[in-house]
């Protein structure tokens, strides 16, 4: 059977009558149970079956009333069944907590449909090439903000506040990438010790807005109100030109293993929706307990009906999927690129505009796949992460310590070219989106301020959070006085930043890193829903200023030279339109010799990036990277037509202004200077035309 013959399932209306259609290929009987706010039955109506789809057609379904399903069936090795427990409609609009924080009793709703006014700005359609990813947690990033009005702080109508629509456009940020805002609730463990899952990637509700982000006045006047406020907030960053993202997880669901309480799947058809190994156990390449089972077709159409009612109800405009390479895992529980899902998520027609971005990864056997998935995804590049932090970091801790680098320039390069060591021609340098950091792991100031995680306060004993960070301290762990240091540390957050916004690629900001955020060395604070570790703090000190001043700087170079956006590799020695040609120089103005990229003792280099735009004129930038403390005199490149340089950013100016005061001086070719490391430049070229 083909996905487009499946009947539409959850609660649709049929002959003006509200009809529900729930999918079980093992059931033996199911029924819905409409409740009332105090959990009393009030109905119970059985499902009729054909083939594998249970549907009854009432009108007690009304908008507003509380629903379950009961579902019965064998109780063996595959299967657990249980009669006595109620679980969630998976297409349910809105789901709820009629029980408290620690025994959740989770219902679906019924939502009323209602037309919503997008006006003339539904999807920006940034292309991909000038996206620039804001990666942040909804509640997060206003919870503190002094400038949004309290009542909306921590909300969807917070982050629609002009103030921090302006701040985004002020970067120059083009796409918003949100933490999980599909329904979610707290691991049972978690629960227990009074935390909650702050990043939400623990969904039970996969076409229903989580309601907590909602403003208190929306939640009181019910789910049609939370729907309208989103679509609001959807509405209003593309009028200014916003994209907005929903980072998704249909890799896992919040029934966790065996001994969570299952909520959805698990007592539906778990298997038919989860990945069981031959004896019927759970096989979990997520590390949540279960893995959702892509290779069965009622699933990845489970799968696609989600993408599509966020794309087309809520204006979402792209995905980023979290633990990816389980959807593309087959039937023996391998990663392949040929996966159907990965095809047909790309070649939906609803989904066709769509920005499409994988986590490459997942905890299973073979579960590292960056670089192999296949056209029309983009993907976290965590290689290209790892680079730069052991260029610009972590380097640095080894050479401290045994008096020479670690790092030479070789692999660094690379990265800034569009990791075409990683990724295939057919592909080019957008399917890598290039980042630094993310909401998993160290902020960007953390990385230049602690040498080890400090996870005490998330209740796992140091276990959880990676130890491979490619940190940091610069000589004391964690705050400090010493202006010595904090300048270094400030100067090789610019260099990280000035590094990713000029790599070819798709660049991707973790919000609150603009304005040098900590987390206080924690590097995974999925449970931190506090001021200390979660939210982000908008006191900024002058330094912070001066780091924003820097990002809008970054960007806006980004934004006037296409050359650092290219769409395609380019391989030749030729100048051509949409693709970037790299010309290396080292230190001298000489083109680099072989034993150049690979020795750690040679640390600096230049390039310059040519690209032809379509008027026929040629996009010119010079790029001056130099990776050690000690000062070393640098000679501008001769090259044919090039008249000069002229400075438009240099990472050693503590403030954007100095660079101002120097930025009508062109420098020439062949011009010797002396730079102090570690540092970058960037300077555009001027023809002899």
């Known amino acids: 059977m083909d996905a487009i013959d499946i009947p539409a399932l959850g609660i649709s209306l049929f002959n003006g009558k509200p009809t529900l259609r729930v999918f079980s290929a093992n059931a033996t009987a199911v029924s819905v149970v409409l409740l009332s706010e105090q959990r009393t039955v009030l109905h119970e109506l059985p499902l009729a079956r054909t083939g594998d789809i249970w549907e009854v057609t009432s009108s007690v379904l009304v908008p507003g009333s509380y629903y379950a399903l009961r579902v019965d069936g064998p109780r063996d090795f595959q299967h657990s069944f249980d009669p006595k427990r109620l679980y969630l409609d998976p297409y349910a609009r809105h789901v709820e907590n009629l029980g408290d924080n620690l025994h959740p009793f989770w219902v679906a709703r019924v939502v009323r449909r209602e037309e919503f006014d997008w006006g003339e700005h539904k999807h920006p359609h940034t292309p991909l090439r000038d996206t620039v990813i804001y990666e942040a947690h909804l509640k997060g990033l206003t919870k503190l903000a002094h400038f949004v009005p309290e009542e909306l702080r921590g909300t969807y109508a917070g982050l629609a506040h002009p103030n921090v629509v302006a701040h985004l456009t002020n970067l120059g940020i083009t796409a918003v990438e949100l933490l999980p805002i599909q329904a979610f609730t707290s691991e049972k463990h978690l629960r227990g010790d009074e935390l909650t899952n702050y990043w939400g990637y623990n969904t039970l509700g ?158 299973g056997v073979g579960g590292w796949q960056t670089g192999r998935f296949p056209q029309g995804w983009s993907e976290w590049n965590d290689e290209y992460r790892d680079r730069l932090r052991r260029f610009w970091v972590e380097s640095f801790a080894h050479a401290r310590v045994t008096g020479q680098h670690r790092e030479a320039i070789g692999k660094l390069a690379t990265a800034i070219a569009g990791s075409s060591s990683r990724f295939s021609d057919d592909r080019g340098p957008l399917a890598s989106v290039n980042f630094v950091t993310a909401h998993d792991g160290f902020t960007l100031r953390d990385l230049v301020s602690y040498n080890v995680k400090h996870n005490l306060m998330n209740h796992e004993l140091g276990r959880d959070g990676t130890d491979n960070n490619h940190s940091y301290n610069f000589g004391v762990e964690g705050e400090t006085e010493d202006a010595r240091i904090l300048e270094f540390r400030r100067l090789t957050v610019r260099n990280l930043i000035g ?165 009508m001086s062109v420098a020439s070719p062949q011009q010797r200077m002396r730079l102090v490391g570690p540092s970058m430049r960037i300077y555009s070229v001027l023809d002899e035309h």
């Open 206 to 363: 996969f076409f229903a807005p989580h309601a907590e982000y909602a403003t208190e006045a929306a939640r009181r006047e019910g789910p049609e109100a939370i729907a309208r406020e989103l679509k609001s907030t959807v509405r209003a960053l593309h009028e200014a030109g916003i994209e907005v993202l929903l980072d998704v997880v249909y890799n896992h669901t919040a029934d966790e293993g065996i001994e969570g309480d299952p909520v959805l799947f698990r007592g539906i058809d778990e298997a038919t929706y989860y990945r069981q190994d031959p004896g019927g156990n759970l096989v979990d390449v997520t590390g949540c307990g279960n893995s959702v089972d892509t290779s069965n077709i009622y699933v990845r159409r489970f799968v696609l009906d989600s993408l599509r009612y966020w794309t087309e109800e809520f204006g979402i405009d792209g995905f980023r999927f979290d633990l990816a390479v389980t959807l593309g895992r087959d039937t023996g529980h391998a990663f392949t690129p040929h996966h159907p899902l990965l095809h047909e998520i790309v070649h939906d027609p609803a989904l066709r505009e769509s920005k499409i971005i994988a986590e490459p990864w997942d905890v």
């Open 499 to 663: 590094t990713l916004l000029i790599s070819a690629g798709v660049p991707m900001l973790t919000a609150g890193d603009e304005l040098s955020r900590t987390q206080h060395g924690n590097n995974n604070p999925y449970n931190q829903d506090n001021g200390e570790f979660g939210w982000i703090d908008w006191r900024l000190d002058e330094a912070q200023e001066q780091t924003i001043l820097h990002t809008r700087r970054l960007i806006e170079i980004r934004r006037n030279h296409p050359v650092l956006r290219p769409e395609y590799y380019n391989h030749t020695t030729e100048t051509l339109e949409d693709s970037t040609r790299f010309t290396w120089f080292d230190a001298f103005g000489r083109h680099m010799a072989d034993w150049q990229w690979t020795t750690p003792a040679s640390r600096s280099v230049q390039f310059i990036a040519s690209a032809l735009l379509s008027d026929g004129r040629t996009d010119q930038v010079l790029v001056i990277i130099h990776g050690v403390t000690d000062p070393a005199p640098f000679r501008l490149p001769q090259v044919d037509g090039v008249a000069g340089y002229r400075l438009l950013w240099d990472s050693a100016a503590y403030r954007v202004s100095e660079i101002d005061t120097d930025a």
